[in-house]
């Protein structure tokens, strides 16, 4: 493909307005497209009146934004601000900086080049700039400069991605909001009516909004993250969460620990079934699909389509800490046999209230084979690039969320996928300090549970079919807000 050029002194024979004016057309269809509709819409109903349309377009949006930033941005922010940054602050500072950081070229001709910068992609957080590097550089060499361009781009950091052998990203994160917002340990629920399964808090998102698990909508978690990365604190968070259920048996915990108990020993009296090894985790995971077994054919016997928490059909919460030491780091026939239960549970049992909530430091194939079956992912703080995309789904870490560069002092911080959504969400689980685990097992290990009404799932029709096919629950009060995924990742880039 041939390479093309900014020339930055190119001959004066050779910028003829015609060619300029051609150049940038076919350069910037979308920009000139909008001039143009804006000019040809002004000559047919008038200046005045389009002013007036704008004026009023402009107040409606601002005022929207103020009132609801993450709606705005989902349909209109990230794109004005990838427009706005394109021109404004990458494009208008490009040639200089190119120059200042080493990266212009020049031809034989003596005509100084620079490589060219195609698109940039804007998320709450961070930027994406595409450019096409010159004839004779390689990746590594803006790979030597980055601390500069951040510098350059008044970006806390700026990491690099490969897209084509000449094309790169510079990806530039903009702010980090859980530098500054707090996130505090939501309440532990006291009543089981407080309890929504649709709507268990956790933390915030990164535009400061409580952020909440939904068991109804999400269905099955699979937490990926180093170690250190506070795995524990999700996974407490949703026990907190649960705390009047678990005390009254609406919910019933089927808990594997293979490290020994060491994260889940403390809780050890919450838990229906506590396994702390490979063979005994093996054990609680056959009893918990013999019983979810049993309860789908009694459900079908009774004509029951839909599922109700009550003392008989609980909530039957399967949490595995560390799923590489079920799968990978054990016995081939423990192994094969847990693999096999585990997926038979990820896609039989939501409508008959079975949920699976998985962690794991290492998100690849041979870890989680059944990973595809988890129809929300959560990626942590990572150790490698390539795991964001094995942890969340391909082209995600491309769509913003760099969970590889999460730095380790922030503990707690995700990046949140949806099925069926298109954009990761970053989030951070509010930190559960030992004394938070005390008080929730000291609450839910107390009498006097009153059991009162509670919400009803009422999903229906086969398990699989559903896993594949989430439809997304959009409650009022769940504001995890997402973009469906159309396939077209090249649509929110604002096209240079
Ligand atoms: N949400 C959070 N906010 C602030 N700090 C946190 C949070 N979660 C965890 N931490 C801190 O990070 C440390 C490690 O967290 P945690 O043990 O949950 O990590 P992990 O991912 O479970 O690690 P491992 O896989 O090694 O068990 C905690 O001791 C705590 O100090």
Not at 31 to 56: E, R
Request: hydrophobic share 40%.
């Amino acid at each position: 493909m041939a390479v093309r050029e900014t020339r930055v002194n190119a001959g004066d024979t050779e910028r003829t307005p015609a060619r300029v004016a051609i150049g940038f057309l076919l350069r910037h269809p979308r920009s000139v497209g909008s001039l143009a509709a804006v000019g040809i819409t002004g000559c047919y109903i008038g200046f005045h009146t389009m002013l007036i349309g704008v004026g009023v377009a402009v107040v409606a949006g601002a005022s929207w934004a103020v009132l609801d930033r993450p709606t705005f941005d989902r349909f209109a922010g990230r794109l004005l601000r990838a427009w706005w940054r394109r021109w404004a602050v990458y494009r208008r500072k490009w040639a200089d900086v190119a120059f200042r950081c080493g990266l212009a070229s020049s031809n034989r001709h003596g005509q100084s080049l620079v490589p060219t910068l195609l698109a940039v992609r804007s998320t709450w957080c961070w930027d994406s700039v595409r450019v096409r590097i010159l004839d004779g550089q390689a990746a590594e060499d803006f790979e030597q400069v980055l601390d500069r361009l951040a510098n350059a781009y008044n970006a806390r950091r700026a990491t690099l991605r490969t897209l084509k052998p000449n094309m790169i990203s510079l990806d530039f994160q903009r702010r980090e909001p859980f530098d500054t917002l707090m996130v505090p340990l939501p309440e532990m629920p006291r009543e089981e009516s407080a309890v929504n399964l649709e709507r268990l808090p956790l933390g915030r998102d990164e535009y400061g909004r409580d952020f909440a698990l939904d068991l109804v909508g999400g269905i099955h978690y699979l937490i990926a993250g180093a170690t250190g990365a506070g795995k524990g604190s999700w996974m407490w968070g949703l026990l907190r969460a649960l705390a009047p259920w678990i005390r009254s048996g609406l919910v019933r915990l089927w808990v594997i620990d293979p490290k020994g108990g060491m994260e889940f020993g403390q809780g050890a009296e919450l838990f229906h079934r506590f396994a702390t090894d490979d063979q005994s985790g093996l054990d609680v995971t056959r009893e918990y699909v013999d019983a979810l077994d049993e309860r789908k054919e009694a459900m079908g016997r009774a004509g029951l389509r839909n599922w109700t928490p009550s003392a008989e059909h609980p909530l039957d919460l399967l949490l595995v800490d560390e799923l590489a030491a079920m799968t990978e780091y054990t016995d081939r026939d423990i192994s094969r046999e847990f693999v096999k239960l585990l997926s038979k549970a990820l896609t039989q049992f939501r409508a008959v209230g079975g949920r699976v909530v998985g962690a794991t430091q290492e998100p690849t194939k041979e870890v989680i084979p059944m990973r595809g079956l988890f129809p929300t992912t959560v990626a942590l703080r990572l150790e490698e690039a390539s795991y964001v995309d094995m942890a969340l789904g391909e082209g995600v870490r491309d769509r913003g969320a760099f969970a590889d560069q999460i730095p380790e002092y922030m503990p707690g911080v995700a990046y949140l996928k949806q099925d069926g959504k298109r954009e990761p969400l970053r989030v951070r689980a509010a930190y559960t300090a030992d004394d938070d685990i005390t008080e929730l097992v000291r609450f839910a290990t107390s009498e006097d549970a009153t059991v009162l009404d509670f919400p009803t799932d009422t999903g229906s029709g086969t398990d699989s079919a559903d896993a594949a096919d989430t439809e997304q629950t959009e409650t009022g009060s769940l504001d995890v807000e997402y973009i469906e995924d159309d396939g077209d990742d090249d649509e929110d880039f604002d096209v240079a």
